[in-house]
């Protein structure tokens, strides 16, 4: 039996993966880390309360980690606190991670990550990944989805229009750019589900076309 770890289990894409990871018995503890506590009850799950600037895991080994974690620059405030929750704390929760015996990491990340980009909001994605690559996990996860569908708890109506012009326009998406059709949160919770599941080593970076494909694993 297994321990998997949580973070960012209230976002999009954590609030559909946390019941998917309750569900599945190859896990005997699921823990939720963050600042407040999931609204969800299981015997198996069990919430640690954490800084993620000063990151203590009271925990005594863990299996695989799931890393949801992410904001927008206009929600964190300034390109300063964007960095802050889309890398350094994805980086902090793996660092604590593999100090405690995990061997996979699984991170959401973005289409476009890219460390040379001229966009911030994509080199700050890209740096993230290489920051979590280097640490040297048995197996690494890299999940970039294209747009993602579903509803937040918070209304965002720029996105919300990008939204619909993508999904408007997927089915002019073919070959390389069907990486950029919208993807359900859902559907992305799915795969990152499946990845957990597997044994090979490596790194591993998924597009979302891909990611579609692999959430097939459950079916």
């Not at 993966?17 to 880390?33: E, F, K, S, T, W």
């Not at 998406?173 to 993807?183: A, E, F, K």
Request: hydrophobic share 40%; net charge positive; charged share 20%.
């Amino acid at each position: 039996m297994q321990t998997a770890v949580i973070a960012g289990y209230t976002g999009l894409v954590g609030s559909h993966l946390l019941p998917l990871l309750l569900a599945d018995g190859q896990y005997n503890r699921v823990i939720a880390v963050g600042r407040r506590a999931p609204q969800l009850e299981h015997e198996r799950l069990h919430y640690q309360a954490v800084d993620f600037n000063q990151l203590h895991l009271d925990i005594d080994k863990v299996d695989v980690v799931y890393c949801c974690l992410g904001t927008t620059i206009r929600k964190a405030g300034s390109r300063e606190q964007f960095r802050l929750v889309d890398f350094q704390y994805p980086l902090n929760l793996a660092e604590a991670c593999l100090e405690l015996g995990a061997r996979q990491f699984i991170l959401v990340s973005s289409m476009g990550a890219d460390k040379h980009s001229v966009f911030f909001y994509n080199r700050v994605k890209g740096e993230a990944e290489e920051a979590i690559i280097s640490l040297g996990y048995s197996r690494t996860d890299i999940c970039r989805p294209s747009i993602l569908l579903g509803t937040r708890q918070k209304w965002r109506p720029a996105e919300q229009a990008g939204k619909l012009f993508m999904q408007a326009f997927a089915w002019l998406m073919w070959g390389p750019w069907r990486h950029y059709r919208p993807i359900r949160a859902a559907t992305v919770a799915r795969a990152m589900h499946c990845y957990g599941k597997q044994q090979a080593s490596g790194e591993f970076v998924h597009l979302s076309d891909e990611l579609k494909k692999d959430s097939q694993c459950e079916s």
